[in-house]
């Protein structure tokens, strides 16, 4: 089996977008294969196996932490949602560069 390495899919990163007391999902562009979300404002909570977080049930993730996604079903399945007060994230996007 080959190295894998990545890279980052031009102008496909979402900056700011906004968790709040509803479900949030990505839109994945066509060539994303993994993705980082960093946590900003307040805590959210999230799953990846594309069931319905709540407040207090899925996975939390506190403001300045990276939430990893290493493959395109995790990104596609990602939901997200406010643990208590609106939040943003960012996510940047990165495409497979396997030799």
Do not use: H, W
Request: net charge negative.
């Amino acid at each position: 089996m080959g190295a894998t390495s990545r890279s980052p899919v031009p102008g496909a990163s979402q900056y700011g977008l906004a968790v709040s007391s509803s479900v949030v999902k990505l839109t994945v562009p066509a060539t994303g294969r993994t993705a980082e979300i960093y946590v900003r404002g307040a805590s959210i909570v999230f799953t990846r196996d594309g069931t319905d977080p709540t407040a207090t049930a899925g996975f939390q993730a506190d403001v300045g932490d990276i939430i990893v996604l290493n493959a395109r079903k995790e990104v596609q399945a990602l939901e997200m949602i406010r643990q208590s007060t609106d939040a943003t994230v960012d996510v940047e996007y990165f495409t497979d560069l396997s030799t």
